[in-house]
């Protein structure tokens, strides 16, 4: 995984913290990146709800991250990052309560409205200017989110050292990447599953079939039986 540092440009900061990003500082937190399979899909079909249903679950998840943990999300085309700096909390207790409180609900109230997602959750330092952030977890989280090969969240490989417990993570010798499975940490959202979720993931299987997303519907079930 390469050093170089990938630019995020930033437009604002929620609150109280805006005014602290005027000269870039360091901090240390969690960088999530992710994105919605099928979302391009059903923009290019001309789907007359894709814009109202997208812009409804965003401003959700928005309203968690800002206002339960005064950090940021901001969305671009079909991908989604967030920016959610640690205080004093223990690293553990922190990612854990983040994924509990507001990652698992969001990603279930996603995939319902037909907004699967995948993505990788870096743990790390970066440095947050007035119009930007970037470092070396924003570089792990960007790499990581796009390599894997199914509907769930990963631990990006440096986070990993940080020994995340095992709920509401599990470890997973079999995470499907594009270039073939390696093992690693990934988000446990089995229990949270809902009938609607089970209704909507049979419709979405149903419409993929001879599609090349197909494969990733069967890479998520295979993963669901092992969070039993």
């Keep these: 995984m390469s050093d170089n540092t990938i630019p995020i440009y930033l437009t604002k900061f929620p609150g109280d913290l805006r005014d602290k990003y005027i000269k870039p500082i360091t901090y240390t937190g969690l960088i999530i990146v992710l994105d919605s399979l099928g ?8 789907d007359p709800k894709v814009f109202e249903d997208w812009k409804r679950v965003i401003d959700d998840f928005r ?37 509990v409180d507001i990652l698992i609900p969001n990603f279930i109230k996603f995939f319902v409205n037909e907004f699967p997602l995948r993505g990788s959750l870096s743990y ?6 007035q119009n930007l952030v970037l470092g070396k977890a ?14 769930g969240i990963t631990i990006s490989p440096s986070t990993n050292y940080y020994s995340v417990d095992r709920y509401p ?14 093992p690693g940490w990934a988000l446990n959202w089995y229990h949270n599953i809902t009938e609607e979720f089970k209704m909507t993931y049979r419709k979405l299987v149903s419409e993929n079939q001879g599609t090349n997303i197909i494969a990733k519907y069967i890479n998520t079930k295979t993963f669901l039986e092992k969070c039993k």
């Excluded at 979302?39 to 001309?46: D, H």
């Excluded at 206002?67 to 901001?74: C, E, I, N, Q, V």
């Excluded at 570089?139 to 509907?151: G, M, P, R």
């Excluded at 599990?170 to 995470?175: D, E, G, S, T, V």
């Design 138 to 151: 924003v570089n792990d989280a960007s790499i990581c989110h796009d390599k894997t090969d199914w509907i």
């Design 124 to 129: 790390g330092e970066y440095k947050v200017g």
């Design 63 to 99: 309203y968690d991250v800002e206002y339960k943990f005064r950090s940021f999300l901001f969305s671009f085309s079909d991908t989604i990052m967030i920016v959610c700096p640690n205080g004093s909390m223990n690293i553990n207790q922190f990612i854990n309560k983040f994924a």
């Design 39 to 46: 979302m391009k899909k059903r923009s290019l079909e001309k």
């Design 169 to 182: 993570f599990i470890y997973y010798p079999q995470i499907p990447y594009k270039t073939g499975n390696l």
